[in-house]
């Protein structure tokens, strides 16, 4: 697996990262955690070395499968997890918190569950609007330093944003979401995440799975499914959309690839700081995503592509329903 460097902060990791959400919510029936265990060690001996949770995922179970799933391996990995919100005693989330004393109790549950002395990588997983983000970068700054949390990240962020926070504690990589139908960070993100030296990790590369030509207008959903409640994957919104999908399998017949690939290897040629984070759980997808990295798209693919989807109209909000960043 080939290795690239998150930025200034020189965050070593594999060009594909693994997203580990979907072990534990939102895509239907959560697998068994062994097999999930197994999985994740799996993606590890393929040359994976980014896995990316949060404490909202379950909430908290995602992020104590990855530590048990990682402990054998911790010396070859970097865990990315992420805090944002207040829980209730039932698990049930209560609203976004970014309060210093509410990130500290948040990255101490995170170290336990994840069975680590400190994160790689720490995000903070939505912007709240009620504590200045140089709050929040000053108080895991204090963290760095206490040798609990090892680099700084913010997700669904905008660039002012970004700048302010960067000014207090330099931030090593933004979350955002990022694919060839949710393209909003190129206006202002990407440009200043290059300016300031800040890799980026997209989440969701693959549109939420639509991406990979799997999808169609005749699919159900089922009601843990977090698709069935998007505008994105109304049937309607997904017989439009199949364009795109018909772009990424004319490109995939010809380079012998699959669409997901061709998905991926246009985020990876975007810039080399650039490291998605598909997710799946199944072992041939694994591969199949894997693969994208030995794909070399040419300068003159790259602007096929970017003509016929500049073409396209991609309908329905994107994946969180949000259009504009804070």
């Excluded at 697998?31 to 896995?51: C, E, N, Q, S, Y």
């Excluded at 990979?212 to 843990?224: I, L, Q, S």
């Excluded at 995939?252 to 246009?266: C, S, Y």
Aim: net charge positive.
């Amino acid at each position: 697996m080939q290795k690239r460097k998150l930025g200034k902060r020189k965050v070593e990791v594999s060009a594909l990262g693994l997203g580990c959400m979907g072990m534990s919510m939102n895509y239907g029936a959560v697998p068994d955690k062994k097999d999930m265990i197994a999985f994740i060690r799996t993606a590890v001996d393929r040359g994976v070395t980014l896995f990316d949770t949060a404490e909202a995922y379950g909430p908290f179970t995602n992020e104590e499968l990855v530590g048990e799933a990682l402990a054998p391996v911790r010396d070859r990995v970097v865990i990315a997890t992420k805090f944002a919100f207040s829980y209730g005693p039932n698990g049930e989330r209560l609203g976004l918190n970014s309060q210093p004393a509410h990130i500290k109790h948040a990255v101490n549950g995170s170290l336990k569950r994840l069975k680590v002395e400190a994160i790689d990588l720490l995000y903070q997983h939505r912007v709240d609007p009620n504590v200045p983000i140089e709050d929040v970068a000053g108080t895991v700054k204090d963290l760095i330093h206490a040798g609990k949390v090892k680099h700084f990240g913010l997700s669904e962020v905008g660039a002012k944003t970004i700048r302010r926070a960067h000014a207090v504690q330099p931030v090593a990589a933004i979350q955002n979401e990022y694919s060839l139908w949710a393209r909003d960070s190129e206006a202002e993100v990407l440009p200043t995440c290059e300016e300031l030296g800040i890799g980026f990790v997209p989440w969701s590369p693959l549109g939420q799975g639509f991406l990979t030509g799997k999808v169609d207008a005749t699919m159900t959903f089922e009601p843990t499914d977090v698709r069935s409640r998007f505008p994105r994957f109304t049937p309607e919104a997904r017989k439009a959309n199949l364009a795109m999908v018909d772009l990424l399998t004319q490109i995939a017949a010809r380079k012998k690839a699959t669409p997901a690939q061709i998905a991926l290897a246009w985020l990876l040629a975007q810039n080399p700081w650039i490291v998605p984070i598909p997710g799946t759980r199944k072992l041939e997808r694994l591969d199949e995503n894997l693969g994208a990295a030995a794909i070399t798209l040419t300068a003159d693919d790259l602007r096929e592509i970017e003509s016929a989807a500049s073409k396209i109209t991609v309908h329905g909000p994107r994946g969180t329903g949000r259009e504009q960043y804070m």
